[in-house]
Every structure is written in C-alpha cells, then in structure tokens.
C-alpha cells in the first residue's frame, strides 16, 4: 500500500515576531488562478502610473558663478566634491551633499575656464585648469597659501602654452597630462614645457580625453570635423575619423575599454568601437540642436548628454532613443555634464550659471529600504519590463512634458528626416546602377584612415 503524508515545517508559517505579516500557504498552479495575467496587467498599469506621478528629478541649483559654466571635473577619490569653470574664469569646489561651494579662486584665469581635471591618485587634491590665456595652472584646496587680498588662492604650478588651450587631461598613473589647442601637447608635471606634441592635420582641437582604462590611448577631436586617436607609447597617430559635422565632446567608456561616445553638432551621440571605426555602434538621435557634452555612467550601461536646446538626456547605450529628458524653465544652454561616481546623481553645468544636481532615476528614492519595500519595488520594475510593450502601459511609461520648443522643433526634426529618407528611395528606384541602401551608422561617417 501506497500512503502519501502531508507534511510542512512551522518555519513555513510561523512568524518570527509579534510585527510579521500572517505567512499563508500560496499554491501556484495555474489553473486555480485564471485571472493572474489581468491582475498582473493591472498592476504593471498602476506601477506605471506610480513611477511617473513620483518622478521628480530635480534636486537643487548650487548658484555662485557670474557667468556660464563651461568646464566641470569630478574626483573618483572624493565622491561628494565637484569642481566647476565658468566664463569669467572663476573656478569653484562644491560639495554636493551640503549644496555649497568648499572652494573657490575668484580670477584663476584671464577669460574662459576651458577645461579642469582632477589628478588621479587619491593621495593628494590637486587639480587642474586650463583657459584661453594659454596657461594651465595646477591648484590645491590644502595647499594653495591665500593671496594678500585673502581671498584668491595662489596656484601650485603653472604652465605657459604657446596657444590658447580647449581642453585637459590626466594620465591614469603616470605623473603627465595632455592638452588640446591647435595641437596635442603632452606635459611631464615636473617640466615647464611640453615633452611630445602631436598633431595631424587639425586646425584646432576641441577637447582631449584620456582612456583610463587603456591608458596609452588618447582621443581628441577638432574642428575638421576628424576624431583622431593617439598612442602614447610610440607617440603617433592610430586612426582618423572624419565625420559630416564637428565633434564637440568625448566620454570613454569606463567598462570596455575599446567603446567611446561623441557629442556632434547633427543633434546625435554616437558611439564606437575604435577597432572598427567605419561604422557607429549606436547613433542616439533625440536632441533637436547641437550636442555639447557627454558622459558615461559608472556601469558603461548608460550615458548622460547636454545640449544646445536647453535640455539633459540620459540613455540606454544599446538604444537609439532617450529614455528620459530633463529641463527646468530657467535653464539655459547645457555645456557640461557629468554622471556621479555612485550612480544615483547626474551634474549639469549650464549658460545661466547654476550647477544643477538631478537623479538618474527620476522617480528613484534615496534612503535605507526594508525587505519589503524593496521586493514590491524589484516586483513593480518585473511586471512594467514584461508589460512594455502593451499599449497602454508603454503610452504611460514614455510620456514626457517637453517644452514647446523643443516640441515643435522635434516635429520639425522629424518631418525633414521622413522627406529626406523619401528623397534618398526615389532616387534610389530610378538610379540604373542599382547602388544599395547606406546604414544610418554609417551615414555621418565620410572616411576612415589608420596608420
């Protein structure tokens, strides 16, 4: 004889304490729940409408510049410091968790702060600062004496360039930095002039940025619309790109060290893998103007872009389309951005002035969860990934109130886009030679060159 017991532990259903919810036996057959999958759409609706009813990205507007912020720089060894260079070439350290400014140098430089970047290392707080009156200065918030004035520090070192400089850069590991004018000029910090410049063909050079993981290679773009990519081992050139329009801004990937994204002047983020730059990875298309910074996330999985048009995007590295946009009424021409080193926050330094500090998820709160609140949380983003594609949840999740500026223009964008992809197939249908269709990552991308 055949004899089956039921059987079950009181750990199953006993509470540990008087303030545990009541522990009941669920089965999970199927069949005696046939309307899971309503109830589960349900849910997945209401968790939708609770993620944009919550979602409010913006944080606080740390004010003290009197022109626009062109340059900003944030130190791995210090999570919550951020520094900041405006127009009138005042440099400013903030702490970001007090909204304050820690530190600032009223006249650091004559004109535009073009460029600052913190020495890595941890060992030390120095920094440093470039501007148009060809000098880059290094600076310490412990250890610049105060001027007679008692107000303005006295810089640590000082550089003179033979031009006005774009932009800056630290090696990794290695006591040298790069700057960008009308050529590549690589400094030792204990030598007073350059020890390599490099250059090929470009006028002037917009921005530097070193790889921090393959920490030989460094990119650089200029204003023949070419993005170049130096070795520093051998000092020469490894490739060019030239694109239609001119680069504005490079961000290497933290996680992989052969992908970079670019902010162009078309209106797009593109990124590459430089072992094959003859075509884009990706081309991230929802600005309406021209893109002016770029950042990567601490994971690679995301970046964060400003623009022209008044507005913060951040994206999905491996979609075409922004997943959300920030902007506030105030705010003016974005020229820098950055993502904080823990993930959560996302920097923006605009034309009006403020360094504005937004979540990088908007409807993300902060703050210790119990294990409850954190598996409703896991089990609400669950059930709005199974059900985004239905239609109704999907209309919720992806709307956004835009400015109507930025509205029309979009409309405007995409009416212009639609005629000339039409343009591109009649031509196509009634050209003899039969030519076939160009991919869209390879569109903006006129030629490549290695050496």
């Known amino acids: 004889m055949k004899i089956k017991a039921l059987s079950r532990s009181t750990a199953e259903y006993t509470r540990e304490t008087k303030s545990d919810i009541q522990k009941l036996p669920r089965n999970i057959d199927p069949e005696l729940h046939p309307l899971e999958r309503a109830r589960e759409y349900k849910r997945a609706l209401n968790a939708a409408k609770l993620e944009r009813m919550f979602a409010k990205p913006f944080l606080a507007s740390l004010g003290g510049h009197i022109d626009g912020i062109y340059s900003m720089a944030k130190n791995p060894w210090d999570l919550e410091s951020v520094v900041t260079g405006s127009g009138d070439g005042e440099l400013r350290m903030w702490s970001l968790s007090s909204h304050e400014t820690v530190w600032r140098a009223p006249e650091a430089h004559r004109g535009i702060v073009k460029g600052v970047c913190n020495i890595p290392g941890g060992e030390t707080d120095r920094f440093l600062s470039v501007g148009t009156d060809k000098l880059a200065k290094v600076w310490s918030r412990s250890e610049s004496a105060v001027a007679s004035d008692g107000v303005t520090p006295e810089t640590v070192a000082t550089y003179a360039g033979k031009h006005a400089f774009s932009g800056i850069d630290h090696h990794r590991n290695r006591p040298l930095f790069a700057t960008s004018s009308s050529l590549i000029e690589i400094w030792d910090v204990d030598r007073s002039e350059p020890i390599t410049n ?31 990519l130096y070795d520093l081992r051998t000092n020469s050139p490894l490739a060019k790109l030239v694109m239609t329009l001119s680069t504005n801004a490079i961000s290497w990937n933290p996680m992989e060290a052969f992908m970079f994204a670019t902010a162009n002047e078309d209106h797009n983020v593109y990124t590459f893998d430089m072992r094959r730059m003859d075509h884009a990875v990706n081309v991230l298309r929802d600005h309406v103007s021209a893109v002016m910074d770029v950042d990567y996330s601490p994971t690679g999985q995301e970046l964060v872009s400003g623009s022209y048009d008044r507005s913060v995007r951040l994206w999905d590295v491996n979609k075409g389309h922004s997943r959300d946009i920030y902007h506030a009424k105030r705010m003016q021409r974005v020229f820098c951005v950055k993502y904080t080193l823990d993930n959560n926050y996302v920097l923006s330094g605009s034309d009006d002035s403020n360094l504005r500090l937004w979540r990088a998820r908007a409807s993300q709160r902060m703050g210790a969860r119990s294990n409850r609140e954190r598996s409703a949380i896991e089990y609400a983003d669950k059930l709005k990934d199974r059900f985004a594609y239905v239609p109704e949840v999907r209309k919720v999740l992806q709307h956004r109130n835009v400015p109507k500026g930025i509205k029309k223009a979009s409309r405007t964008k995409q009416d212009m886009l639609q005629s000339r992809k039409r343009k591109e197939e009649n031509m196509r249908k009634h050209d003899k030679s039969g030519k076939p269709r160009v991919p869209e990552r390879k569109k903006a991308i006129l030629g490549v060159t290695s050496k």
């Open 198 to 228: 490099l250059t090929w063909g470009a006028d002037t050079i917009n921005t530097v940025k070193m790889n921090q993981t393959e920490v030989n290679v460094l990119a650089t773009c200029g204003t023949d619309r070419s993005i170049i």
